[in-house]
């Protein structure tokens, strides 16, 4: 049988290193809600990032829902076309409306020169995205953010381990939510956590988390069950001690992509600042949406699945009415491919998935 190469593979600890944790929830019999390896995998998290509180969640999504619910957002919330779809569908499952905003043609993050011609009286918040990793423009966000009394929170999905200006990317905005999908940089299958700024905020979170309930079990919040595993959280504390040379390995990868694929005069990268990107991902932006369903077509046959992510642009999506026309998300969305990228993948094969481009256009 022909081998197949994914688009991703997740990276995981030896399993002789999970075991152990592994065996210490079979002592206990504590499976989840607040238990003692998920609490240690929130501290191990906070020092690592260097970073004040993490409430870690069952993924990445429901972190999302309930940093809206955190800081009570309402109305219309201001966001990227170019994300997953769980960036909008989260804002309409909070009772809000995603109004979406252009993106930047070389970092495919929101522009932020054009958020604040899209508020309006009823914008409770900015929910940028942090798109493979790479940080939006925080800080001008932040001035617009304080300068129109709105909140932030960050899809910081894809953006663990990411430093800007020498703190984690996490700590920007009112709250950021990261996801540790099996598909991310570090993972526990499926999970996610929330950083907040205030630690108020944090607490609240905690109880969101656990359907509303407070320390002395009073119900005092509208939540819902976002509880993470103690069987999640010991592949984390295993995943967690690797994440460094997972990064290394990746960043090289990425590297020789870029060596072997530099030349070719149809295909552009995302213009990333090296120290603040995680290489999670490996894509590729194409002069037209021709070549990339040809390269896609070609790589498919050979075994190779590359993926596109993100399309269509959601501001297209028939669910997020008025739509309207967002041409650089769009175009973007179109012409957007991700290459196999993981610790496993040989240079070999990389080699093999560039040889390939440049046959077939
Ligand atoms: C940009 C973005 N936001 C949110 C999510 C949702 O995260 P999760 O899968 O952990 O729910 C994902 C994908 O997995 C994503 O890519």
Not at 87 to 103: G, L, Q, S, Y
Request: aromatic share 10%; charged share 20%.
């Amino acid at each position: 049988m022909k081998k197949q190469i994914w688009v991703t593979q997740p990276t995981l600890a030896p399993l002789s290193e999970v075991i152990p944790y592994l065996e210490s929830i079979w002592e206990t019999g504590v499976m989840t809600h607040n238990g003692p390896l998920m609490q240690q995998l929130e501290s191990n998290l906070c020092s690592y990032l260097n970073v004040s509180n993490m409430v870690c969640v069952a993924n990445g999504t429901c972190a999302m829902q309930i940093a809206i619910r955190a800081l009570d957002l309402t109305g219309e919330i201001i966001t990227t076309p170019f994300t997953f779809i769980a960036t909008a569908n989260i804002i309409t499952w909070e009772r809000c409306r995603p109004v979406f905003v252009d993106i930047n043609p070389d970092t495919w993050t929101i522009d932020p020169h054009k958020i604040e011609e899209a508020i309006t009286e009823n914008t409770s918040a900015i929910l940028p995205v942090h798109v493979f990793s790479a940080p939006c423009d925080v800080e001008l966000i932040e001035k617009i953010a304080e300068k129109h009394q709105l909140k932030v929170v960050y899809d910081a999905a894809h953006a663990m381990a990411v430093k800007y200006k020498g703190h984690s990317v996490l700590s920007y905005g009112d709250i950021s939510c990261v996801s540790f999908h099996a598909t991310k940089l570090f993972n526990t299958a499926e999970g996610g956590g929330c950083v907040a700024k205030d630690p108020d905020v944090s607490e609240r979170l905690r109880r969101l988390r656990f359907f509303g309930f407070n320390d002395n079990k009073d119900i005092v919040d509208d939540g819902m069950n976002a509880k993470m595993t103690e069987v999640n959280a010991a592949l984390g504390l295993a995943n967690l001690r690797h994440i460094d040379e997972t990064i290394r390995v990746r960043k090289y990868k990425y590297n020789l992509y870029l060596q072997l694929l530099s030349e070719l005069p149809f295909l552009t990268f995302q213009k990333i600042n090296p120290e603040s990107y995680n290489y999670s991902y490996m894509p590729v932006l194409f002069d037209s949406e021709e070549i990339l369903l040809e390269v896609s077509k070609s790589l498919i046959e050979y075994g190779i699945m590359p993926r596109r992510y993100f399309y269509p642009s959601l501001s297209s999506v028939q669910l997020f009415q008025p739509l309207r026309s967002l041409p650089i998300a769009e175009r973007v969305s179109k012409c957007i491919l991700c290459l196999p990228l993981y610790t496993t993948l040989s240079d070999e094969d990389i080699e093999m998935i560039c040889e390939l481009i440049k046959k077939c256009v």
